[in-house]
């Protein structure tokens, strides 16, 4: 058990140095905004969707692929119970001007994508992308239906449909688009050149530290003025590292899922809240001010749940 500690412990450590770089950079040098978006744009639409495809193209069959929709299944329902926690107390604590929407969807849905897949990965290798992808499906499609749908809601530019063409083109981030590819190819037998593989391999591995980076970066300058009542801030944390991660696994262990799956799952619901909620407060002209800072705090917060998360889910 010492050994595995251990393990978790420079994982950790290791994305935490990464992290500490961007950190760094930003604190001694001028980075503009433009320069931030440069990290932004390597990481979402050039080295994780390569990353993605390449590592599905290696590591998973057929067969592999076929267990992924009932962990899907798995995590909608644990992303929705936790839905409904997040709903009973913003009835509770009746959040501040127009900030319900963000309360619940800030409660409920983590960073999946952008931290969490660089994150598993590095913890567990390759073959954690298949739960993280699960899991991803399963956060995506609450917050860009229930959680899009409360936080227009809160806005000032009419209701939102539940469901719509956009809502269905937001579930297919160029990342996504790189794991369906992968997934066709394995599907199909139709494998890329080795050169292209190589290629892909070679970008996708910038991924991590650009995506550490970047949240580094973000570090730099953040105020806790503006956040607001603290049992607001408290609750809504509570739910992001406490409440979410202990649903899903106990989900995980009464579905009986495997060992890398729950320890993934819990990983992924443990994670900081996701970025897309200051995008579309801002959007719905709510409060995009509170959801930025939410994001912000419980991004600064997980140098110190992932590496204790990291530690629990090695009792699984």
Known sequence: MSGV?????????????????????ARFSSISRELKNVFTF??????LPLFLFSTTVKSYSQEQLAELGIWVGVGTLTVFLTF???????????????????????????????IGIPINLALFGEKALGPAMAYF?????????????????????????????????????????GFIIGIFSVVTGI???????????????MNTPLALMYIGLGFHGLSL??????????TVLSGRFFICPAITLAFCLWFHAPTLTAQVFTIQ????????????????????????????????????????????????
Not at 42 to 47: D, E, P, Y
Not at 157 to 173: E, H, M, N, Q, Y
Not at 306 to 312: A, H, T, V
């Open 269 to 316: 619901s443990s994670l900081p809240v996701l970025a897309a909620a200051s995008i579309m407060a801002g959007y719905y002209r709510s409060d995009p001010d509170y959801a930025s800072l939410l994001v912000s705090l419980s991004t600064f917060l997980s140098l110190i749940t992932i590496p204790l998360f990291r530690i629990i889910v090695t009792l699984i």
């Open 5 to 25: 500690l251990s393990q978790a412990l420079n994982s950790v450590l290791t994305l935490f140095l990464m992290g500490l770089v961007g950190y760094l950079t």
């Open 42 to 47: 390597l990481v979402v639409r050039v080295s």
């Open 137 to 177: 499906l399963a956060n995506a499609l609450f917050f860009w239906s229930a959680g899009n749908y409360l936080m227009s809601l809160d806005g000032q530019v009419g209701r939102a449909p539940f469901i719509s063409f956009d809502t269905l083109k937001r579930l297919l981030p160029p990342p996504m688009i």
């Open 225 to 234: 003025s503006k956040l607001g009542p603290a049992k607001e801030i408290i």
């Open 191 to 205: 494998k890329p050149p080795n050169f292209f593989m190589a290629a892909a391999s070679n970008i996708g591995a």
């Open 84 to 114: 409904l926690v997040a709903l009973s107390f913003s009835r509770l604590v009746r959040p501040q001007g127009r900030r319900k929407g963000i309360y619940c969807a800030a409660f409920t849905a983590s960073n999946t994508m952008y």
